[in-house]
T-cell receptor, first 112, second 116 residues
Framework: DQQVKQNSPSLSVQEGRISILNCDYT??????FLWYKKYPAEGPTFLIS?????DKNEDGRFTVFLNKSAKHLSLHIVPSQPGDSAVYFC???????????FGKGTRLSVIA | EPEVTQTPSHQVTQMGQEVILRCVPI?????FYWYRQILGQKVEFLVS????????KSEIFDDQFSVERPDGSNFTLKIRSTKLEDSAMYFC??????????????FGNGTRLTVT
């Protein structure tokens, strides 16, 4: 039962261009969403989050968009840099101490 | 920046043996978690721990698993009798608060468990 889906296992983008990573979810009870970045041999690192009361949250080069009616969120990275090359996990959860549910991840490669 | 530390980074064990994975969460965090990732698959929740007790656990976290906070700093995951399918990367995480939109989980670098 995949409540959080990242349908693209990989994405290649040229340096300086925009990277768009997508995530879909099925559980309408989710009310906050997070993106994590993971380098090899390291744990996931928190990147950015958004609650269901917003449709956009921006932090520097990273912007997360939430479309609740479509149960879809996306992470935009602009401009993309080679150091952004990593696996990006989408995660979703409900308020309170309920566990985060992760997607399978999308491997982003930013080509110089 | 404070970080979650996990030891060992790699543990090899024989099927049926007990293993203990260790974690030192961020010192002022109150909520602790174990997740795992089987190679090529998604990160899966195992258990959350707050106020010295398990607050939630998944179906994966059966009687073979246990967690403990033996002192003020360590948080351990014990697998009593390992199976081949327990081979995975195990991540410890901690957070300051329960509403994780504002209190994101901070993960350690993981322990790769290989059961032979």
């Amino acid at each position: 039962d995949q409540q959080v889906k990242q349908n693209s296992p990989s994405l290649s983008v040229q340096e300086g261009r925009i990277s768009i990573l997508n995530c879909d979810y099925t559980n309408s009870m989710f009310d906050y969403f997070l993106w994590y970045k993971k380098y090899p041999a390291e744990g996931p690192t928190f990147l950015i989050s958004i609650s269901s009361i917003k449709d956009k949250n921006e932090d520097g080069r990273f912007t997360v968009f939430l479309n609740k009616s479509a149960k879809h969120l996306s992470l935009h990275i602009v401009p993309s840099q080679p150091g952004d090359s990593a696996v990006y996990f989408c995660a979703a959860g409900q308020s309170g101490n309920t566990p985060l549910v992760f997607g399978k991840g999308t491997r982003l490669s930013v080509i110089a | 920046e404070p970080e979650v530390t996990q030891t060992p980074s790699h543990q090899v064990t024989q099927m049926g043996q007990e293993v203990i994975l260790r974690c030192v969460p961020i010192s002022n965090h109150l909520y602790f978690y174990w997740y795992r990732q089987i190679l090529g698959q998604k990160v899966e929740f195992l258990v959350s721990f707050y106020n010295n007790e398990i607050s939630e656990k998944s179906e994966i976290f059966d009687d073979q698993f246990s967690v403990e906070r033996p002192d003020g700093s360590n948080f351990t995951l014990k697998i009593r009798s390992t199976k081949l399918e327990d081979s995975a990367m195990y991540f410890c995480a901690s957070s300051a608060g329960s509403f994780r939109g504002n209190s994101p989980l901070h993960f350690g670098n993981g322990t790769r468990l290989t059961v032979t």
